[in-house]
């Protein structure tokens, strides 16, 4: 079993939708969550970060976590094509050490 | 906010040849640096943890002596790639960690072309 599970997709949804991308983890000593985006042939950069369980919004993005079911989770609302990326989910037992990565959900957002 | 800068983006070289990837960290001091190998369509796989004025450490099944890593300064780690070969053809990021901000700041990544 992996130590962060993510579907890879790929997710297609209309411009205006709600997204909810998903992780989950079996390593209960990850207290350090992240989400981040890719663009093709890029290098991923941070959208959120989150210490242990709860929610965290910044704009039209909310991310979840749920420590007691090992699952996080990265809501997107009102989802623009700009957001068309991977999205990987990151996690670590502390802060900026030995972190793992999910295998990214390849998200498509259409006009 | 923290920068990585990581040169060149792209490159195209000869089966048996060296290639060096530079990752520069330019508005903060990265004690350590990552890099990462990343296949189509795959997540980011953790090649190696550099650590300024020591070896870098190597996670299982990479070899160290094909991917040489020096972090000589504060702000810069290179990724060597010796005697490439085709199956070494790949997109290659680093990453450093910044004490002031949260999470890790990516280079822009290197596609390797070995023909």
Redo the contacts between chains.
Sequence with gaps: QKEVEQDPGPLSVPEGAIVSLNCTYSNSAFQYFMWYRQYSRKGPELLMYTYSSGNKEDGRFTAQVDKSSKYISLFIRDSQPSDSATYLCAMSKMDNNDMRFGAGTRLTVKP | GAV?S?HPSRVICKSGTSVKIECRSLDFQATTMFWYRQFP????MLMATSNEGSKATYEQGVEKDKFLINHASLTLSTLTVTSAHPEDSS?Y?C?A???GN????????T?LTVV
């Design positions: 990585v990581q369509k795959q997540s980011l997109f990021i990453s960690s910044d004490t949260y999470g890790y700041t990516f280079g822009s990544g596609r």
